[in-house]
Each structure stands twice: as structure tokens, then as C-alpha cells.
């Protein structure tokens, strides 16, 4: 299986010495829609800002594409953040071109298709934005990027049920076939259906690494249900 | 990649300088009418300078906050998970903050002295041009060599990388409060003054050091061969020479400053970088 992301003994504390993740062994292949599943406080977060190098490993290390985290990574790595990263004062007309300015493989026209379909308005400016809305966009500028890793954080959280399928659908219609995408969420019902591979996280450990198909097979159940058998209260 | 960290930084930032900038000139030409066709200053006319006077101040005060806000709220807050996804090094993103908030400085100053002489102007003043033209040509062809051009250039890199030194050991200092996971704030506003104690320790120990020195390679009383006959030229060329020995040292240390806190600041946002 050729390698897209690779860490071993991936740890990090916070500073007050909580341990979010804890010894995180993984190779994820290319070409694969993986889904990065686990209840609130699991260390999924974690684990997205740790392969973009927003935080910076206690112990371990982690390679994309063969190369440690870094400058060089961040060109083949397309990254959705769980939270509102964008400015509200710039229109999305001006945060496409600013994509374009620095991602030599940013697809503006894909873009630009994106947000008609979804009737956003290119002139619209984020703060009159709704939370969905800013979700969306935030969305269509990471996955316009045509990238070998797409890191998506809770990317449906905010949006409406309907549009939801659309986005599930342009996120499997809109990418390149060698490309991995990984899907933290804990809304497993709505993802199940094009996920891959699911790796189950609880408490900064992967407690299983298993494809989505071996868990039909073999357990005869659903992800949402074996999700729920294992993460059960 | 920095020219285009600079465009959208200058951007960013020139939709809050330019309605300041408007106002500033404005209000000067308000003020010049006022004082060319007022004999008795009316109350408008007072209100008119009072508020020249407070929007240059808030000009000021605004460039700080922008300089701190934007290093702090645009890369280590919320909008630093854009910045640092950006395949961008760390050091040009430090240095497109910086440039940045230099050239606010210059302008602001440039934009505040052009304030005071639109409010100067009159046909009179413009009358008295020529004269004044002809008598600093004169002063400069009589008084001002080679070693007088060179400290004027000496004082306004001194001014350039003393500002510079300055930025830098604000993001610093606000770095350093990135190294904890709680009271950032607080931590980095400790920083700053912890960085201004030991920058004011190490300039005592390092200026008394240059005493030194000069005790040892320079003869009491004379600079170079200015002995013959003392009088005021006499002064102003050893009073040059004496500031150069002021200066030189001085541009030194703060070069050094400025290093240390960029790659300080560049290290923490490299490799200690934990967004919230």
C-alpha cells in the first residue's frame, strides 16, 4: 500500500499535562475516504492540527508524502479547521482570489461551480454570513485545492441536512482518485455511506483501524452501530 | 510568497488607516482656512483644532494597536489557521507584519508633517521659499562635509532600526506568551517588560565596555588633528566626531537586538507553534 500519511509514537500534551493523544501509531494509504471517528474529547482535533503543523508533537513524529511535517507539506495538504478561520471583512470573491495567490493547485472555476450551485453569492461579504453559509465556503475553498490529503475537521457540523448530501457528494464527485481524504466527525449516520476505512480514537489511543467493509463482513453491522457498541456509556 | 504576504497585509490594513489619513488632511485644510480668514479665533475654529489634535494622537495610538493585533489576532488566533496553512515560511510572515507596520510609521509621520504645513501654508510662507532655499545651501556649502552627511545618514538608520528593534521585541514578547498554555496575555505583557530590563542591563554593561575602549585608543582632548586653534568650527568638528562615537556603537547593539528577537520570534512560531 503505497503511503500518504505515516506517524509513530505520536504524542502530545497540553500544558496542563492532559495527554490528548498518546503513543499514535499510523500508516493511512493512498486514495482512501477515511473517516476519523470518536466521541467529543478524543483527540480527533488533535490529531488534524497535529498532521498540518498547527501544534507541534510533545513526543514522535508524523510524515506526509515522506516528508516530517512542515513548509513542504503544507502545498500537498488541503485543511478545513473545525472553527471559522476566515475574516469577516473580505468578500469571498477576494478569499478565492487569495486562494488562488498562494496554492498553485488551487481550482478557481471548480470554486466559483461550487458556490453557484450552492446560491451563494461571490460578492457576499462573511460577516453577513450565516454559520452554515461561512461553513460552506470554507468547504468549497479546501476542497477546490487539488491536494493528495484532505484533512476535513467536523466539516458538516454547522450545515443543514439538505445540503449536506450535495457536500457529501462533491466531496466524492470533485476529487482526484489518488487522493485521501480523512473526515473527523462524530455525525456517522450522514458519512457512513462514503466512508472507506474508519479509525475509531478514544481518549488520545486508536482502539481500531479497520475498513468499512471488513466491519459488514465480519461483525455484521453498521459503523454507526459498531459505533455505538464501543463508544457505549 | 512575500510579495503577496505584503499585499494582502497592506490590504488588510490600509482599510483602517485611509479614513484616518482623510480626516487628518481634511481637518488641516479646515484648520488653514480657519487661520487665514479668522482674525479672532471663533469657537469652530477651536473645535476644528482639537480634533486635529485628537485624530493625530488616535493616528498613533492606532498604529500600535493594528502592529499588535495583527501579529497577534491574524497568526496566533483564529485567523492563524489560515496563515500558518499557507505554504509560506514562518520568517515571511513575521517579516510581511513588520514591513508593514514600518511603512504605517513612515507614512503616519510623513502624513502628520504634511498636516502641519498644509495648516502653515499661506502665500506669504510661499513667498519666503527662495530665501530660505539659498540660506540652507549656504549653510550646507559651508558647514556640512562629508562626515556631517554621513552621521545625518548614521541617525536615520539608527531611527530605522531602532523602530524595527522596537516591533520586534513586541512580537517577542507576545511570542513568549505563546510558550503557556494559559495567560497568553498576560504572560506576554510580562515578557515585554522582562525584555526591556534585560535590553536596558546589557546596553549599560555593553556602553561602559565602549567607554572603556575608547579610554584606552583615544587621546583626552583630541578626535583627530583639530588642536590648532580652537574655535567654534573647531567645536562643531569634534562635537560631529564625538557623536559618531555615540552612534556607531548604538546601531550596532540595536542591529543585535533586532536579530535576537526575530529569530527568537521565528523559532517559537516554527517550532513551538500550539494554536489554540
Known amino acids: ?233 | 510568497m512575500l510579495k503577496k504576504l505584503l499585499k494582502y497585509e497592506i490590504r488588510a490594513t490600509a482599510r483602517l488607516f485611509l479614513p484616518v489619513f482623510g480626516a487628518i488632511l481634511l481637518l488641516a485644510i479646515l484648520n488653514n482656512i480657519f487661520f487665514n480668514f479668522n482674525d479672532i479665533p471663533d469657537f469652530a475654529a477651536v473645535l476644528t483644532m482639537m480634533l486635529y489634535v485628537i485624530l493625530i494622537i488616535a493616528l498613533f495610538v492606532l498604529v500600535y494597536v493594528v502592529m499588535i493585533q495583527r501579529f497577534y489576532k491574524n497568526l496566533l488566533r483564529d485567523e492563524g489557521y489560515l496563515m500558518f496553512t499557507l505554504p509560506v515560511r514562518t520568517w515571511q510572515l513575521i517579516a510581511s507584519k513588520l514591513i508593514v507596520s514600518i511603512m504605517w510609521l513612515a507614512i503616519c509621520t510623513f502624513v502628520t508633517v504634511l498636516s502641519v504645513f498644509i495648516m502653515a501654508f499661506s502665500l506669504d510662507l510661499l513667498r519666503e521659499i527662495p530665501e530660505f532655499l539659498r540660506q540652507l545651501s549656504d549653510f550646507l556649502a559651508h558647514y556640512v562635509g562629508i562626515s556631517e552627511v554621513t552621521l545625518f545618514f548614521e541617525f536615520v538608520f539608527l531611527m530605522l532600526i531602532g523602530t524595527i528593534g522596537s516591533v520586534l521585541m513586541i512580537y517577542a514578547a507576545i511570542s513568549i506568551g505563546h510558550l503557556v498554555g494559559k495567560h497568553r496575555v498576560l504572560t506576554a505583557f510580562g515578557a515585554y517588560i522582562g525584555l526591556s530590563i534585560v535590553e536596558q542591563i546589557i546596553t549599560n554593561l555593553y556602553f561602559s565596555l565602549v567607554g572603556r575602549i575608547y579610554d584606552h585608543t583615544i587621546p583626552y582632548g583630541s578626535y583627530g588633528a583639530y588642536q590648532f586653534g580652537y574655535g567654534a568650527y573647531d567645536f562643531a568638528r569634534e562635537f560631529v566626531g564625538a557623536m559618531h562615537m555615540i552612534v556607531i556603537p548604538t546601531l550596532i547593539i540595536t542591529v543585535i537586538f533586532s536579530v535576537v528577537y526575530f529569530i527568537l520570534t521565528n523559532y517559537i512560531l516554527s517550532h513551538r507553534l500550539n494554536l489554540e
Open chain 1, 1 to 233: 500500500m503505497d503511503t500518504i500519511l505515516e506517524c509513530h509514537g505520536l504524542t502530545k500534551f497540553y500544558g496542563s499535562g492532559v495527554c490528548a493523544l498518546n503513543q499514535i501509531n499510523l500508516n493511512v494509504g493512498r486514495g482512501r475516504i477515511v473517516g476519523l471517528l470518536g466521541p467529543n474529547g478524543s483527540g480527533k482535533s488533535t490529531f488534524m492540527k497535529l498532521a498540518y503543523g498547527l501544534l507541534t508533537p510533545s513526543l514522535g513524529d508524523l510524515s506526509i508524502a515522506g516528508f516530517p511535517v512542515g513548509p513542504d507539506t503544507k502545498e500537498v495538504v488541503s485543511y478545513l479547521p473545525e472553527r471559522t478561520y476566515l475574516n469577516d471583512w473580505m468578500k469571498v470573491r477576494d478569499l478565492i482570489a487569495f486562494f488562488r495567490d498562494f496554492y498553485t493547485n488551487f481550482n478557481e472555476a471548480k470554486a466559483y461551480d461550487m458556490l453557484s450551485r450552492l446560491n451563494i453569492n461571490p460578492n457576499d461579504r462573511l460577516k453577513t454570513m450565516s454559520k452554515g453559509t461561512k461553513e460552506k465556503v470554507q468547504l468549497i475553498l479546501v476542497m477546490s485545492r487539488e491536494a493528495q490529503l484532505y484533512l476535513l475537521d467536523e466539516p458538516i457540523g454547522g450545515v443543514d441536512p439538505a445540503a449536506r448530501d450535495y457536500i457529501l457528494n462533491t466531496i466524492l464527485g470533485n476529487y482526484n482518485e489518488n487522493a485521501t481524504i480523512i473526515i473527523s466527525t462524530h455525525l456517522i449516520t450522514d458519512i457512513e455511506q462514503v466512508l472507506e476505512d474508519v479509525i475509531f480514537i478514544s481518549r488520545g489511543e486508536i482502539i481500531m483501524v479497520s475498513s468499512v467493509d471488513q466491519i459488514r463482513e465480519e461483525k455484521g453491522m453498521s459503523v454507526d452501530a459498531l459505533f455505538r457498541e464501543v463508544f457505549r456509556c
